[in-house]
């Protein structure tokens, strides 16, 4: 049956004269169907849905705990976690939107166990081939956008303006990064539209960030006359954004968020985003996504004022994907690292040597210099193996340093071109401090 279906998509790719007319011919009627046959259920219940370049998972994870600490009983969809009520799993489908049959099998299913609120992470493949049809949001939540996927929606206009599907007439409020000059279309449309930011034109105005001594930050939200200073367990300028889009959806869905200063401190960051390891070893693990050149330096940007130490990073790249960016990857990680482990990461079909060589090119730019064995100014090794990779970074460190694992944070697959191997960079931290 399934090879009868991708014959009939392959005929109709051939047939049609563009993507679009994929997506309304084929793509299309079938959500229509599917969301049809599951009786609707994004209908029955309040759907969050977040979109955005950068920061879509711990905006979703924060909206669901500080739903929760309110006494509403949620369902989670995130790149990292599928929760309904109290049952959590570890999300191992490697996909921000899934498939169209699950997606609506996940509503109907938080529908049954009684959820008031579903958070889901959104994509802008997923609004575009109409996996979210018939799914009306009560909250649209934008937390950036800058280019991405191009090789999908040839140009940036066509990714932003994509998320525009999710803004439809039973859309209560629009939760909009006001900072950011690509969603300015966002911010003006004619609907309920709530802005955060830092900037003083924003409704939510993100004031006074300061890092302290707990490994968390501080910071203040002032909007409409109000201003709350919150104490949060994690670190970063773009997690004060995340904390903010948080509490104005949570505005925008007519909810008293005055009372929310103790949920906001025990906020909890999501699996894999800047996830510290259990270490009595004297230096700092952290497990992070970041995989791109934005992600790489908000996060360095983020930690480097805190160390004490030096900073060992171990990375790789995924395969499949924009080539460009690798070099600058290497260039972020030999501005900020002193230590730089080049292993593996998703090679999918892609050459592993050549996909470490795109961030070799950026490091061995800033004169860095390779070497095989532990001297004193050693500066990055190329160890394929991530296991051993990871083993690595962890032996090089010392009392006051901080070690990253970037790239995979809570996936649970690692995949190559002929194989698909189970996967957690958390476990095999802690397999390797434990030995």
């Known amino acids: 049956m399934r090879g009868v279906i991708r014959f009939i998509k392959k005929l109709i790719r051939a047939i049609l004269p563009s993507e679009e007319a994929v997506n309304y011919c084929w793509h299309l009627p079938i959500q ?29 994870h924060f909206i669901s705990q500080l739903l929760e600490s309110t006494g509403e009983k949620t369902a989670l969809y995130s790149t990292t976690t599928i929760k309904i009520g109290n049952v959590e799993r570890l999300n191992d489908l490697k996909m921000t939107t899934p498939s169209r049959t699950f997606l609506q099998r996940f509503l109907r299913d938080a529908l049954k166990a009684h959820c008031t609120h579903a958070v889901i992470e959104v994509s802008s493949h997923g609004l575009k081939q109409f996996r979210l049809w018939g799914i009306p949001f009560a909250v649209a939540v934008l937390t950036n956008m800058t280019p991405d996927h191009l090789d999908y929606h ?12 999710m803004i439809g007439n039973r859309t209560r409020a629009v939760i909009v990064n006001g900072d950011d000059e690509n969603l300015k279309p966002f911010a003006g449309m004619r609907r309920r539209i709530f802005t955060f930011g830092k900037n003083a034109y924003n409704i939510f105005k993100i004031q006074n960030i300061q890092p302290n001594a707990q490994s968390g930050m501080t910071f203040e939200i002032e909007y409409y006359g109000h201003r709350t200073a919150y104490t949060v367990p994690y670190i970063g300028e773009y997690n004060a954004y995340n904390t903010a889009a948080a509490l104005a959806t949570l505005y925008g869905l007519e909810i008293d968020i005055d009372s929310l200063r103790d949920a906001v401190s025990n906020l909890a960051p999501a699996p894999g985003r800047m996830e510290y390891i259990l270490c009595d070893k004297g230096f700092d693990i952290i497990v992070d996504y970041a995989h791109s050149p934005e992600s790489f330096e908000k ?19 995924c395969g499949d994907r924009d080539a460009t960016v690798r070099p600058d990857m290497g260039r972020l990680l030999a501005k900020y690292c002193q230590y730089v482990v080049i292993t593996n990461d998703d090679p999918y079909t892609e050459d592993p040597e050549k996909i470490m060589q795109g961030l070799i090119s950026g490091l061995t730019t800033n004169n860095k210099q390779q070497t095989t064995k532990l001297i004193e100014n050693v500066s990055w090794f190329q160890i394929p193996d991530r296991r051993k990779a990871i083993r690595k970074g962890i032996e090089l460190a010392r009392k006051g340093d901080t070690v990253l694992v970037l790239g995979k944070g809570a996936e649970q697959w690692q995949v190559f071109k002929d194989k698909k191997i189970p996967w957690d960079d958390r476990k095999i931290v802690q397999e390797i401090l434990n030995k």
């Open 154 to 165: 040839k140009t940036a206009q066509d990714y932003t303006m994509s998320h525009m599907r």
């Open 299 to 317: 996060l360095f940007q983020a930690i480097t004022p805190a160390l004490q130490g030096n900073l060992i990073a171990v990375t790789g790249a």
């Open 32 to 60: 229509i169907a599917i969301a049809l046959r599951y009786g609707l259920p994004g209908h029955h219940i309040k759907v969050i849905g977040i979109a955005g370049t950068k920061g879509k998972t711990s905006t979703a």
